[in-house]
């Protein structure tokens, strides 16, 4: 399975009348593309803007955000969208520079918020990209979570296919081929992959069927970066796992760049947290029976999520050790505000290799901001979303995630 990233640079954005793509500005029709969304959905108002970078734009009520992609003659996100499922092969076009990002108020869709300067901008990689975002209203007073949650995923999924089709035609910028090799006289690193699914509005997506009663299952991870797992997971915004980042895991992309130079790239396993013990349990000797059956030396856990969630982590350490398999640990922190409490909920004596990606407490300073998308209050009003105030990190959206997509560093000491 071999699959080639196209890239297109975008610098800049137009919402005109028209729908375009030249010199690195992206023009789109913003009319077409509410249609798009809507189709056979009239249950909401959508709303787009352009936020850039530098601009004094908070955008709140994050839900998702997704790399703009699309394939020709196949299923850009399967299960979603029309055509042939081809995820993790042939050719796929990708928009760099420019997310389309969604928000929406609703109960159950907690908090999320991204500032595009200032000091809120230095804990989430989309202050620095063009963020397209798809403000949505709903209209429907009769609004359920398992309608809302299903077409939230599809509206945003067809705005980002759309945007990226407009490119089609342009020569990339650059373009990256990925394919799983085998080299024998390397350490095989293999990864588990663990994401969040808890039903509507907290669900993940893998080939369009949710994951909540998902076994852990090997899958190629060309398959996993060409939209084959998709988010609607829309809680603790901190260390959600957005679509975007799914088809940007770094985790993934550092193993193919060290792929026949440092090690050998032995593959993916993913696996939901359950919320039984004993089913943790038995995810964690399944991963573990996996990775030892693919001969992996060594593997990293990641994990969405926290609480509970740093229970299965631990016990995916304790078999994999019991397997003779080496282990590096992703996670983040909820250490209080002092970050002098103890972080995590479950720990293991194998725990000697931890990789964190900052604390979900620590107490940050928001400058007022020109201009809000998303809404018009904070948590229910306890912030005016114009005005400056402080929080902590759990509201600010991807800051501590746990994939390590964010700009925190790890010091050893």
């Known amino acids: 399975m071999s ?174 081929t990925f394919e799983i090799k085998d080299f024998p006289e390397l350490p095989k690193i293999g990864y588990a992959y663990f994401i969040q699914a808890q039903g509507n509005l907290r669900n993940v997506h893998l080939g369009g069927q ?41 985790v993934i992309l550092d193993l193919f760049a060290r792929d026949g130079k440092e ?16 089913s943790k349990k038995n995810n964690a000797r399944i991963i573990a ?14 994990q969405e999520g926290g609480g509970h969630a740093d229970v299965d982590l631990m016990m995916t350490l304790d078999a994999c050790v019991e397997n003779g398999i080496a282990v590096v640990l992703q996670t983040n922190e909820i250490a209080g505000p002092g970050g002098d409490l103890p972080p995590l909920v479950c720990y293991s004596k194998h725990a000697d290799a931890i990789v964190t990606n900052g604390n979900n407490d620590e107490i940050i300073d928001l400058e007022a901001a020109d201009t809000v998308i998303g809404g018009e209050s904070i948590l229910n009003g306890k912030f005016n979303p114009y005005e400056a105030f402080s929080t902590n990190l759990g509201i600010m959206y991807t800051s501590t995630n746990q994939l390590g997509a964010n700009y925190m560093t790890t010091l050893e000491y």
């Open 263 to 278: 090690l050998s790239f032995g593959g993916v396993i993913i696996s939901t947290e359950s919320n039984l013990n004993d």
């Open 210 to 250: 949710n994951c909540v009663e998902m076994s852990p299952v090997s899958l190629n991870p060309c398959k996993l970066i060409d939209g084959e797992l998709i988010s609607g997971n829309y809680i603790i915004a901190c260390q959600k796992n957005p679509t975007y980042f799914h088809q940007e895991n770094p």
């Open 289 to 302: 029976d996996i990775a030892k059956q693919n001969k992996f030396d060594g593997i990293i856990v990641t």
């Open 3 to 176: 699959l080639k990233i196209l890239r297109h640079n975008v610098k800049k954005i137009k919402l005109c009348d028209m729908s375009a793509y030249e010199d690195e500005t992206l023009y789109v029709d913003i009319e077409k593309l509410k249609k798009i969304c809507l189709e056979g959905i009239n249950r909401y108002e959508l709303n787009f803007y352009a936020a850039i970078p530098g601009e004094k734009t908070r955008i709140i009520h994050i839900t998702d955000v997704v790399k703009p992609s699309h394939k020709e003659n196949a299923s850009t996100f399967p299960g979603w969208l029309p055509g042939e499922s081809k995820s993790g092969e042939g050719e796929t076009h990708q928009i760099e520079g420019l997310s389309i990002m969604q928000c929406c108020t609703f109960s159950g869709i907690q908090e999320g918020i991204v500032d595009m300067w200032g000091n809120g901008a230095k804990f989430s990689q989309f202050s620095s990209k063009i963020n397209l975002v798809m403000e949505v209203n709903i209209v429907d007073k009769n609004m359920n979570n398992e309608i809302l949650a299903h077409d939230l995923i599809m509206m945003n999924l067809r705005a980002a296919d759309y945007l990226a089709s407009i490119c089609t035609d342009s020569v990339p910028n650059s373009e990256e």
